[in-house]
């Protein structure tokens, strides 16, 4: 089976100025690679070729840079980008991978996460259908993080206290049919029914949580979310080797 994968990449990434006066944030590069490029880098080494991108801020520098090496992947635009949140993103590019609304299983990404190709091989060895990459024991106050229970993730929230917290996610999913379907119901009840934009992706997961079992993949290798000008040096220090 053709296995699919979903970066969202419509953000702004105000914080990055003046870098991202001219990009999209997930362009900004790390030691010269692009954060979205080693995304999709990361899926091609492991097999996975039909990958869908939301584009928003900046859609025209993304679509030219994307297209310049990889014409075949598919762009969506969130022409609505400045107003709505990664789950309006989540939203569109489910509606767009899934036309008929048979929803099959894939992989999903935020696209300001520079991180190592195992951390997808990790994913695609584990023959669990519902992930969430953890990087297990690590506490980030900015990150979202995860709680388990009977070894399932049973919420995904950036208020987790430290004594609850298995871990953090570095934002990085593999869904079932089933989670899949779960996730999108969830997207749709927020969006479509309580005409609720701004929402992170991970409220909709978490909502998630309670209808199908996801579980924590470890993560494997090295991982940074990149939101302002430290974490980019942090970056770079972290993958100068």
Not at 7 to 35: M, Y
Not at 128 to 148: A, H, P, T, W
Not at 176 to 194: H, L, N, R, S, T
Not at 210 to 228: M, Q, S, T, V, Y
Request: include cysteine; charged fraction near 25%.
């Amino acid at each position: 089976m053709n296995k699919k994968a979903l970066i969202l990449a419509a953000g702004l990434g105000t914080r990055l100025a003046p870098i991202t006066n001219d990009r999209p944030k997930s362009l900004v590069p790390v030691n010269g690679k692009p954060i979205l490029l080693k995304q999709i880098e990361n899926l091609k080494l492991n097999g996975i070729v039909d990958i869908t991108i939301v584009s928003g801020y900046r859609a025209d520098s993304l679509e030219k840079a994307v297209h310049e090496k990889y014409p075949e992947i598919k762009i969506v635009e969130s022409v609505d980008y400045a107003t709505t949140n990664n789950m309006y993103s989540a939203y569109i590019g489910i509606k767009s991978m899934f036309p008929g609304g048979d929803i099959a299983p894939f992989y999903m990404m935020n696209a300001d996460v520079f991180y190592d190709s195992s951390v997808i091989a990790a994913l695609e060895k584990d023959s669990r259908q519902n992930l969430i990459v953890v990087d297990m024991g690590r506490y980030i106050e900015e990150s979202m993080k995860v709680v388990e229970k009977d070894g399932h993730i049973v919420a995904i929230s950036k208020q987790i206290t430290p004594d609850q917290a298995l871990g953090c996610s570095i934002d990085v999913y593999k869904f079932g049919a089933d989670g899949g379907k779960a996730f999108f119901d969830c997207c749709v009840d927020y969006i479509e029914i309580k005409k609720e934009l701004k929402k992170w992706s991970e409220v909709a997961l978490n909502d998630a949580l309670a209808k199908i079992n996801f579980c924590a993949c470890p993560l494997e290798g090295r991982w940074l979310e990149i939101d302002n000008h430290e974490d980019l040096a942090a970056a770079e220090k972290l993958f100068s080797e």
